[in-house]
């Protein structure tokens, strides 16, 4: 492929994104962020890339030479990014006068929609635009005199207020929504509140702070980056805002979501005396690379989803997941548990943790992303293993493992990449969970992180003889397992002393379902069934089984190698629910 292709694939990948359904919620500085670009990445692990003295901290020829590379490499993107944005620039200003013009007509014809409609439409508009929705609101009620109306009669629209907004906005904001709205506080962690604090945006929102229901937290790139670097943005923006409202008084009986969002460069320190609680009936939260100070405020939390990265740049990578834990422990109501972790495979660690109850917890889901199956990895002794020898969840009644891998392991042999994998399945499961008393389901969803840099989005899976190992002595307590995977699955048994009628007597697995398992062909779904029957002695305990979207195994494999007595058809479940229906239509 010639240059002018290359670049002509910009383009197509810019519109491709920019079909996305959900493009406007993205972060796009998150997205865009430097830590992303290969030219960053191909010299950091040397200089500072972003040092004012970068010119004299280059030595050598191979330093030398990755950093031109990088720097021909940047020019050639402004280079684009220029002539895109000059062409994307005219065209939108050519569409803007049309689209105003047809907006217009829109609105005309929107005469025939009852309020009730109308309404719902511009609340599902400006619930899509997060933060920005107070804009939307802004925008919708300029396209006509009638949706005017509309937008200033329903003061929901109103009910997002941002620190960067102006103090005269977000008088606006709140005088049209009005004292007794539910509101969504957004704040980020920028220049100005770096240099001017944040009292201003509480006092701006003194009179209505009580009827905040969900607060979100985020900091400026710019900021991180600054000569000097600020550290712990988000931190230090939670500490300032709990300190004015303990200064004024206010409490936030109404806060239900504060969604906590860290950068992934940063480091943050808690600091313990923060109590919060401000946010006495808080049930959701959401923390990305930084935790909250350990408190017996967060009683109540009983949703809590958790996003970090395992580096060496802590003295011990092991660090986060000793704080987490203990963090854990101070949220005895929590219910769901959401983790996610990059690079948590990748170090070992021999470090035996405390063990931490968590007796509430039903639904558990770990997302691990970045992962590379290596010849000198030792899942079994990483800070992952680890860590999952240390949580404990009595209560567990739902499991989903995601695990999202950045190469398609084509420079291991087959069977070294399927141990190396496997061994990641036995980390994942350790034998306390395997002895869990109640039914539990389980779903692994394997899948190429297309969302990496390191792994493009037009890379096929590979069809290959690599597998994903599952032992089965250590999903004995599962009922209900779901397996999608783009490698083909095979069972196997971790203890070798365990008989097959152990195995017959204790696995408690009832229902099987494979989903959109890519290379899975009818002789390896064949060889699973086999594998079930005379190795283990479990395919007659299994009541049901379910293939759905797995384009390489026929219908007619299915009916001979499961037989019709297991093979549950989802397309026979839809009918049956069709049915149902137009029976209650017609009874109506």
Not at 14 to 24: G, S, Y
Not at 140 to 148: C, E, I, K, M, Y
Not at 480 to 499: D, H, P, T, Y
Not at 521 to 527: E, F, N, P, Q, V
């Amino acid at each position: 492929m010639g240059p002018e292709s290359e670049a002509f694939e910009v383009l197509l990948a810019l519109e491709k994104a920019a079909r996305a359904p959900d493009f406007h919620l993205l972060d796009l500085s998150e997205v865009f962020n430097t830590n992303k670009w290969s030219a960053i990445r191909n010299i950091e692990n040397d200089v500072d890339p972003f040092s004012d003295d970068l010119e004299h901290e280059i030595m050598g020829a191979d330093l030398t030479s990755r950093f031109m590379a990088s720097a021909h490499q940047i020019d050639a993107i402004v280079s684009m990014s220029s002539v895109l944005s000059k062409f994307a620039n005219e065209l939108q200003m050519r569409f803007k006068r049309a689209r105003e013009s047809i907006s217009a007509k829109l609105s005309d014809g929107s005469d025939g929609l009852p309020i009730e409609i109308v309404t719902k439409i511009f609340q599902f508009a400006v619930w899509a635009e997060g933060r920005n929705g107070g804009n939307q609101a802004i925008r919708l009620s300029q396209v006509s005199r009638r949706f005017r109306n509309v937008a200033l009669a329903s003061r929901s629209l109103w009910a997002t207020l941002c620190s960067y907004d102006s103090p005269s906005q977000l008088e606006t904001f709140i005088s049209r929504a009005g004292p007794h709205e539910e509101y969504h506080a957004f704040a980020r962690y920028d220049s100005h509140i770096h240099s001017s604090g944040i009292d201003w945006f509480v006092n701006s929102c003194q009179s209505i702070v009580p009827h905040w229901r969900t607060m979100t937290l985020t900091q400026d790139e710019k900021v991180r980056v600054s000569d000097p670097p600020v550290i712990g943005g988000v931190s230090v923006l939670l500490g300032v805002l709990s300190s004015s409202f303990n200064e004024r008084g206010l409490h936030l009986p109404m806060l239900e979501k504060l969604d906590v969002r860290g950068h992934s460069k940063d480091l943050y320190v808690t600091v313990e005396r923060d109590s919060y609680e401000w946010a006495p009936n808080l049930r959701s939260l959401r923390c990305w690379f930084t935790l909250l100070s350990p408190t017996a405020a967060l009683t109540s939390v009983t949703t809590f989803d958790f996003t970090q990265i395992i580096t060496d740049r802590f003295n011990a990578p092991i660090l986060p997941l000793i704080l987490l834990l203990k963090f854990l422990g101070f949220l005895p109501n929590l219910t769901t548990f959401s983790l996610t972790l990059h690079g948590a495979n990748e170090f070992v660690c021999d470090l035996a943790l405390r063990a931490t109850e968590c007796p509430s917890i039903v639904t558990f889901r770990l997302q691990l992303r970045g992962l590379e199956a290596k010849i000198d990895h030792q899942p079994q002794r990483s800070c992952l293993a680890s860590f999952m020898n240390a949580l404990r969840m009595p209560s567990l009644e739902n499991i989903n493992f995601s695990l999202g891998f950045v190469d398609t392991g084509v420079e291991m042999e087959d069977e070294a990449w399927s141990r190396v994998v496997g061994d990641l399945s036995i980390a994942l499961m350790p034998k306390h969970l395997s002895e869990l008393s109640q039914p539990t389901s389980l779903y692994y969803f394997l899948w190429l992180d297309r969302g990496n840099s390191l792994v493009t989005e037009m890379q096929e899976v590979p069809r290959d003889n690599r597998a994903f190992y599952i032992p089965l002595d250590r999903i004995f307590s599962i009922r209900n397992l779901i397996i999608s995977s783009w490698v083909r699955v095979q069972f196997i048994k971790e203890a070798s002393n365990l008989r097959k009628a152990d195995f017959s007597e204790r696995c408690r697995l009832r229902e099987l379902k494979f989903v959109g398992c890519e290379n899975m062909t009818g002789a390896d779904l064949s060889s699973i069934v086999s594998s079930l029957v005379r190795e283990f002695d479990v395919w007659k305990n299994i009541e049901r089984v379910a293939v759905e979207y797995c384009t390489n195994v026929a219908d007619e494999d299915l009916m001979r190698i499961i037989g019709e007595e297991k093979l549950h058809h989802p397309a026979r479940g839809i009918e049956k629910s069709i049915q149902v229906m137009s029976g209650v239509s017609k009874a109506l």
